[in-house]
């Protein structure tokens, strides 16, 4: 079965500091991983999204992610954050032949803080 | 702006009622998907509708229910309600059946049980 942690339950940076969040997989398939977030009040927003066409994905407002799958890892990270950076941020998982399951697996969450 | 609208916002009940939640998914979207989140289980799938019919099912209590009409929108039911059922309750949405497209989020409603 599929799971996912996510290390850290809360990460502080600096404004213009790069940005590292962490989260390790478990998956019995090829897993199609996403990072979503979260602004306080409001919905899930797609970051970014993998799917085995290239290990180093490219999401909006400066995101990327890399899939390493030797370490069974995909970290989020930004060079440089922003104050409007400050949400939760969860690393999902879903298996590539979902077949009949329509479930994606969301990890627990991050919450990022950016001091100014 | 995701394109999924979800009704009410914010819903303040008793233990022991009933409430409707509903969702309109993005345009051109079948499938929806029901979650609840709350502080201690995290964000939870509950349950999803394709194009009418149910697709899979999560962590859905059997005081639950939801369904899909022939417009798309679906709702979700929630009956003898108890305090644990305060949360909030999000609408996802996606193209196609599978679970490993993106899905696009609602605002979510809020559910307060009092």
């Known amino acids: 079965a599929q799971s996912v942690t996510q290390l850290d339950s809360h990460v502080s940076v600096s404004e213009g500091t790069p940005v590292l969040l962490r989260c390790n997989y478990s998956?019995?398939?090829?897993?199609?991983l996403f990072w979503y977030v979260q602004h306080p009040n409001k919905g899930l927003q797609l970051l970014l999204k993998y799917t085995s066409a290239a290990t180093l994905v490219k999401g909006i407002n400066g995101f990327e992610a890399e899939f390493k799958k030797s370490e069974t890892s995909f970290h989020l990270t930004k060079p440089s954050a922003h104050m409007s950076d400050a949400a939760e941020y969860f690393c999902?998982?879903?298996?590539?032949?979902?077949?009949?399951?329509?479930?994606?697996?969301f990890g627990k969450g991050t919450k990022l803080s950016v001091k100014p | 702006d995701s394109g999924v609208t979800q009704t009410p916002k914010h819903l303040i009940t008793a233990t022991g009622q009933r409430v409707t939640l509903r969702c309109s998914p993005r345009s051109g979207d079948l499938s929806v998907y029901w979650y609840q989140q709350s502080l201690d289980q995290g964000l939870q799938f509950l349950i999803q509708y394709y194009n009418g019919e149910e697709r899979a099912k999560g962590n859905i209590l059997e005081r639950f229910s939801a369904q899909q009409f022939p417009d798309l929108h679906s709702e979700l039911n929630l009956s003898s309600l108890e305090l644990g059922d305060s949360a909030l309750y999000f609408c996802?949405?996606?193209?196609?059946?599978?679970?490993?497209?993106?899905?696009?989020f609602g605002d979510g409603t809020r559910l307060s049980i009092l």
């Open positions: 998956s019995s398939y090829s897993p199609s």
């Open positions: 996802a949405s996606s193209e196609g059946p599978e679970g490993n497209q993106p899905q696009h």
């Open positions: 999902v998982v879903s298996d590539r032949d979902g077949g009949s399951q329509g479930n994606l697996i």
